[in-house]
């Protein structure tokens, strides 16, 4: 029998690699990027790796409704990758999928901690800060004629699935 995939082990992969990245530059090892095949390969690994950290804080089973430390890094991880790769649409999408789902946060559960559905939620518990800055990245994504990547169109359907609540001059009127 295969055993379940476990994001807590892979967490700890990745930390074991940022280890030793250390100790490669401690050595004094010269960084190169990859080529361009070698690098879009590699990349969709990291940002898969990053969504199911985030996923796993988000579905959080057990007593804990979400694990915040799993969604905290999983949005710094995203943070840093698109601040390295300003111009990958597909990264800055990524961060704004993650942003846009958590900026419900505050109003996943009751207090009880029962989940509460996305039509049910109180929207004055929104973040529409995050909101916005997700909304924003996105319309410059689609705007800029790259926006037929996974992560853009899951967060242009996340945001029109939010409904009224949120402005509709923006992806919310997904191209």
């Known amino acids: 029998m295969e055993k379940p995939f476990n994001v807590e082990q892979l967490y700890r992969q990745q930390y074991g690699q940022l280890l030793a990245k250390n100790k490669i530059r401690d050595a004094g090892i010269p960084y190169q990027m990859p080529a361009d095949d070698e690098l879009h390969a590699r990349l969709q690994s990291v940002l898969t ?25 999983a949005l710094r991880l995203g943070n840093v990758l698109s601040q390295t790769m300003q111009d990958n649409s597909e990264v800055r999408a990524l961060l704004a999928l993650m942003v846009l789902q958590h900026s419900r946060r505050h109003a996943r559960f009751t207090t009880e901690g029962e989940l509460v559905l996305l039509a049910d939620q109180d929207r004055s518990l929104w973040r ?20 037929l990547n996974r992560h853009a169109l899951m967060a242009a359907i996340t945001f029109n699935g939010a409904g009224p609540a949120l402005n509709r001059s923006s992806p919310g009127n997904c191209r």
């Open 49 to 73: 790796a990053i969504y199911l950290i985030f996923n796993e804080g988000w579905l959080a089973n057990g007593e804990q409704q979400q694990r915040m430390e799993l969604l905290e890094e």
């Open 128 to 147: 529409k800060d995050e909101i916005q800055k997700a909304s924003t990245t996105l319309e410059q994504i689609f705007d800029s004629g790259h926006g």
